[in-house]
């Protein structure tokens, strides 16, 4: 019987590091992250000691794992085979279970939304959480989410409750409450629902979204709320979102293709081609 039957949830976890990389000198945390890396958290001085202590947290005899390298410099890349050939081999993956554990590399970086994406598009859960690769998203949520999936819905998303106090900036609350409103106003989003990184998909769900996906700017929750899901929420206790390492001109781009593609001005004929389901299994390659 395939391995792939048995798995009942597959976590997807998108990194990216552009710069050069010296694992030697962040095992003994040294920061190695550099401007302009949306995906790592300005605290966290080691991405791959961070990964490690995610995929031992997260691994169970009923999930995968499955992290999306979106075109990171060689050494980072290097130092994600490492890890996870490494990780395969300990004893929270059996011999008949190694597979549990896989690396896709994007072509080159496409940003971490297409990353998430293609990672889903490989999974074999039937159901699919995606997290980020900071470490902040606690583990013990996953069976919450699935459990609260598991009660009639195909989209949930875990928030910060009574978030610790942390410094975050005018643009990223302000982001924050312009992708609310554009998913609450022209997407569906119930107005009780906090949009986050941190979800549980059901996996038959996304798999149509995907195939029908044809958009020139895919965005996994607009994608997935165009679609009309059930969706819910749980809250957790913990830290409120780190400030954000896009600068303002790229959030406001990010914001802008938003409302032109997924909000009211949708309807208006673009001449910037159209991503479908093929376009992205095309951008990457699985080691």
């Not at 990780?87 to 496409?110: A, G, H, V, Y």
């Not at 940003?111 to 039937?126: D, E, L, N």
């Not at 044809?214 to 913990?238: Q, T």
């Amino acid at each position: 019987m395939p391995t792939s039957d048995r798995i009942k949830v597959s976590l997807i976890i998108p990194t990216f590091h552009p710069a050069e990389f010296h694992p030697e000198r962040a095992f003994h945390g040294e920061d190695v992250s550099s401007g302009g890396d949306p995906y790592l958290n300005t605290e966290v001085h080691n991405p791959i000691q961070t990964l490690s202590r995610m995929i031992s947290s997260c691994a169970d005899k009923e999930r995968e794992i499955i992290i999306c390298d979106d075109g990171s410099g060689a050494e980072y890349q290097t130092a994600l085979r490492n890890l996870c050939r490494n990780q395969r081999d300990t004893e929270i993956f059996s011999p008949l279970k190694r597979n549990r554990l896989r690396c896709i590399f994007m072509d080159r970086n496409r940003g971490q939304q297409i990353a998430t994406i293609a990672g889903m598009s490989v999974a074999r859960g039937s159901w699919i959480i995606t997290m980020d690769d900071d470490g902040e998203h606690p583990p013990e949520c996953i069976e919450e989410l699935i459990a609260r999936g598991e009660e009639g819905n195909d989209l949930v998303y875990a928030a910060v409750k009574q978030p610790e106090k942390r410094k975050t900036t005018c643009m990223r609350r302000t982001g924050s409450a312009l992708n609310q409103f554009l998913f609450t106003r022209f997407l569906g989003l119930p107005k009780e629902v906090r949009v986050s990184s941190f979800r549980a998909i059901r996996a038959t769900w996304f798999r149509q979204t995907f195939e029908n996906l044809e958009n020139p700017f895919p965005y996994l929750s607009a994608m997935l709320l165009r679609e009309g899901p059930r969706v819910s929420s749980i809250r957790y206790s913990g830290k409120a979102a780190s400030a954000s390492r896009y600068s303002i001109a790229s959030l406001a781009l990010i914001w802008w293709k938003l409302f032109r593609f997924w909000g009211p001005l949708r309807f208006i004929p673009s001449e910037r081609p159209h991503l479908t389901a093929d376009d992205i299994r095309s951008m990457y390659r699985e080691k």
